[in-house]
């Protein structure tokens, strides 16, 4: 099983990236997928959740309204589009996939996620 998101760098208050996560190894379409972020010293904590099923989404408060997630089954991929990013978004973020056939179809804990990839740096400068 592999996750791994990329689309990470420097980016000026205000501005926009688009993160994405590939990943092999598992039946994607059976999974629900989460994007984390975690700031230096802090927890890693939920940003975005999209269901494997109905497309269903959550969002942390704190993003709501700005970030975008994501998902396409063919590629097996999922995506976080983040706008009017902010200093305090700066964090590594990353990518999980929790499986929804034998639990919920969306989850939102970070403990509700089995398979992990490397993060990606996202910095955003004032």
């Known amino acids: 099983v592999q996750l791994q998101a990329s689309g990470g760098g420097l980016v000026q208050a205000g501005g926009s990236l688009r993160l994405s996560c590939n990943t092999s190894?598992?039946?994607?379409?059976?999974?629900?997928i989460g994007w984390f972020r975690q700031a230096p010293g802090k927890e890693r904590d939920t940003i975005a959740c999209?269901?494997?099923?109905?497309?269903?989404?959550y969002y942390a408060d704190s993003v709501k309204g700005r970030f975008t997630i994501s998902r396409d089954n063919a590629k097996k991929m999922s995506y976080l589009q983040m706008t009017s990013l902010k200093p305090q978004d700066t964090a590594v973020y990353y990518c999980a996939a929790k499986d929804a056939i034998l639990t919920a179809p969306l989850g939102t804990r970070r403990d509700d996620y089995t398979y992990w990839g490397q993060g990606t740096l996202v910095t955003v400068s004032s």
């Open positions: 190894g598992f039946t994607f379409d059976d999974y629900a």
């Open positions: 999209v269901s494997s099923t109905d497309g269903t989404t």
